[in-house]
């Protein structure tokens, strides 16, 4: 995966150049995300398409979407077919902006919503409830601690993904809770053979037992190590953002400008 990102990276690099007032774009293996007006973002496509096919004998697939703010899907459309007629050198672009290339809330890049906020909290919601189902279809593994592994490791970890990713007022708080409520169960239940249901699981009890779970200390202190969403989703975000800022730090100010239009790196209260 690093060769192949090495071979087109620098493809990106030399695109972007010629737009680094107007257009920024971030790129991983063979996803790439433009950020600029609609006209400019056409004219980064158009070049990156070309640059990918002479160079790496790489193209473009289907899954182009488009998503400008405030008008509609068929609106955006309509625009991006003017320009493809106002400027012939853009013409070739015409088999990627098929309609349904062109969304009005949002899309999913590298497992990540990006729209607005109902799509992004939609998505969210709809990925709680397949963690619950994945950690439903580990029932039927016998041996406890592989069933303690694939829980902590595969199902807990994945919400923590997301939240580096999503706006804290986005996280859709209750539906993480129920994730974590879920986790608590399948461990007790596969830890106790079910014997736990007979508990005296008062509120207070039950906060307990919760707590004991999913505490991130070792084992042998009372401790399951499985980091509670209601703790990490924060810490995602926060660690998420601070090192996006380090790395903007590492730019010329006027690439900074182009991320962060209007704020300066050198001013905290910005």
């Known amino acids: 995966m690093i060769v192949f990102c090495l071979s087109i990276h620098h493809l990106w690099g030399r695109t972007l150049a010629q737009h680094y007032q107007d257009a920024c774009a971030v790129a991983y293996a063979d996803d790439g995300y433009i950020k600029a007006k609609l006209s400019v973002a056409l004219e980064v496509l158009s070049d990156i398409k070309h640059v990918l096919r002479e160079d790496d004998g790489l193209d473009l697939n289907d899954k182009t979407k488009i998503l400008v703010k405030s008008i509609s899907a068929a609106e955006t459309h309509t625009a991006a077919q003017s320009l493809l007629t106002a400027d012939p050198s853009l ?129 042998t202190e009372g401790g399951f190590g499985v980091s509670n969403n209601t703790i990490t989703r924060h810490a995602a975000s926060y660690t998420t953002n601070a090192r996006f800022v380090v790395f903007l730090g590492t730019f010329a100010r006027p690439a900074q400008q182009v991320w962060l239009p209007g704020n300066s790196l050198q001013d905290p209260s910005s």
């Open 91 to 219: 013409a070739h672009l015409g088999p990627l902006l098929a309609p349904k290339a062109f969304v009005d809330d949002g899309y999913i890049g590298l497992g990540v919503p990006i729209g607005t906020d109902v799509f992004v909290q939609h998505f969210l919601k709809k990925k709680c409830q397949e963690i619950m189902e994945d950690i439903n279809k580990l029932d039927n593994i016998q041996d406890g601690f592989i069933h303690y592994q694939l829980i902590r490791f595969c199902q807990a970890t994945r919400l923590q993904y997301l939240n580096g990713q999503i706006d804290l007022a986005n996280q859709n708080v209750l539906q993480q809770q129920h994730v974590n409520w879920k986790i608590s169960n399948a461990l007790l239940k596969k830890g106790t053979r079910d014997t736990y249901k007979t508990w005296c699981m008062e509120p207070a009890g039950r906060a307990w037992v919760d707590m004991r779970l999913h505490e991130s200390h070792d084992p």
